[in-house]
T-cell receptor, first 115, second 111 residues
Framework: GAVVSQHPSWVICKSGTSVKIECRSL??????MFWYRQFPKQSLMLMATSNEGSKATYEQGVEKDKFLINHASLTLSTLTVTSAHPEDSSFYIC???????????FGPGTRLTVL | RKEVEQDPGPFNVPEGATVAFNCTYSNSASQSFFWYRQDCRKEPKLLMS???SGNEDGRFTAQLNRASQYISLLIRDSKLSDSATYLCVVNRMGGSYIPTFGRGTSLIVHP
């Protein structure tokens, strides 16, 4: 298997603040990482594909200026939710892809609550 | 038509039962296939990859039918701990791999 960590595991913030979530692949290098969002009782929704050393690719309907993604190294991608609002409250999950097996391994997720 | 479709269930089965899930995909360019399980309020965990020749891991068997564009997961001798949502994931190439998730099939194994 492979290990992916995500930090923080949960965060509560006030409306209007920015929140940064880190995703790290601990025992393999990942040129590609993905960011998902999941609302209660709904399926995972891909937000963006994060590629090391290049700009992220955002899915339709996801605002790139609101959800800033940086993939500065082969083991770290960050998602910053800027000017968070209560409707941004959700479970944010990252995954890292092992290129040798095309397999995604997920981080444990970050539960964001915006008051 | 959704790119990856699964019956959401729930499938409610007794311990020891055999249960099968199907997942259909619409993009014939899809290249790799996986089953994940997701427990409530947790992240998905890889259950198994799905190979063209079919593959087995203990009580779990996965199969791929490219002609009909579906993958299946068979669970034998169900345990209470198998209760979870099972997600089908299909990767296609679009510059790099693009994963698409099914909405998941809920399994409840009862005593």
């Amino acid at each position: 298997g492979a290990v992916v960590s995500q930090h923080p595991s949960w965060v509560i913030c006030k409306s209007g603040t920015s929140v940064k979530i880190e995703c790290r692949s601990l025992d393999f290098q990942a040129t590609t990482m993905f960011w998902y969002r999941q609302f209660p009782k709904q399926s995972l929704m891909l937000m963006a594909t994060s590629n090391e050393g290049s700009k992220a690719t955002y899915e339709q309907g996801v605002e790139k200026d609101k959800f800033l993604i940086n993939h500065a190294s082969l083991t770290l991608s960050t998602l910053t939710v800027t000017s968070a609002h209560p409707e941004d409250s959700s479970f944010y999950i990252c995954s890292a892809m092992r290129s040798d097996t095309d397999t995604q391994y997920f981080g444990p997720g970050t539960r964001l609550t915006v008051l | 038509r959704k790119e990856v479709e699964q019956d959401p269930g729930p499938f409610n089965v007794p311990e020891g039962a055999t249960v099968a899930f199907n997942c259909t995909y619409s993009n014939s360019a899809s290249q790799s296939f996986f089953w994940y399980r997701q427990d409530c309020r947790k992240e998905p965990k890889l259950l198994m990859s799905v190979y063209s020749s079919g593959n087995e891991d203990g009580r779990f068997t996965a199969q791929l039918n490219r002609a009909s564009q579906y993958i299946s997961l068979l669970i034998r001798d169900s345990k209470l701990s198998d209760s979870a949502t099972y997600l089908c994931v299909v990767n296609r190439m679009g510059g790099s791999y693009i994963p698409t998730f099914g909405r998941g099939t809920s399994l409840i194994v009862h005593p």
